[in-house]
Nanobody, 125 residues
């Protein structure tokens, strides 16, 4: 059974940092693109970042580019999202997801097949 578990969320002050981790069991990540998404109350789920299967190419949304960094460790079957200079508008539930694709990654949620349960990130003074 495929399971993705996000961890690392929490409460942080504006300007602070958090590192989210996505750990996979029941599946090998090396054949999948990995995406990070977020959903704030009353808003649609939006793409934050994604990384292709090999790790050689990444994408970031305009709102997080330059502040967030995505990475993956296929040997450990994990992925991470380093979030720096956090802003109150970054507050949301963050999800990792897998897309069966080797040559790219999608910035929208529809093509992603497997999802974690999410971890809450709250940025507040």
């Amino acid at each position: 059974q495929v399971q993705l578990v996000e961890s690392g969320g929490g409460l942080v002050q504006p300007g602070g940092s958090l590192r989210l981790t996505c750990a996979a069991t029941g599946i090998l990540l090396d054949g999948y693109a990995i995406g990070w998404f977020r959903q704030a109350p009353g808003k649609a789920r939006e793409g934050v970042s994604c990384i292709i299967a090999s790790g050689g190419r990444t994408w970031y949304s305009t709102s997080v580019k330059g502040r967030f960094s995505i990475s993956r460790d296929n040997a450990k079957n994990t992925a991470s999202l380093q979030m720096n200079r956090l802003k109150p508008e970054d507050t949301a539930v963050y999800y990792c997801a897998l897309q069966r694709r080797s040559d790219g990654c999608s910035n929208g949620p529809s093509p992603y097949e497997y999802w974690g349960q999410g971890t809450q990130v709250t940025v507040s003074a």
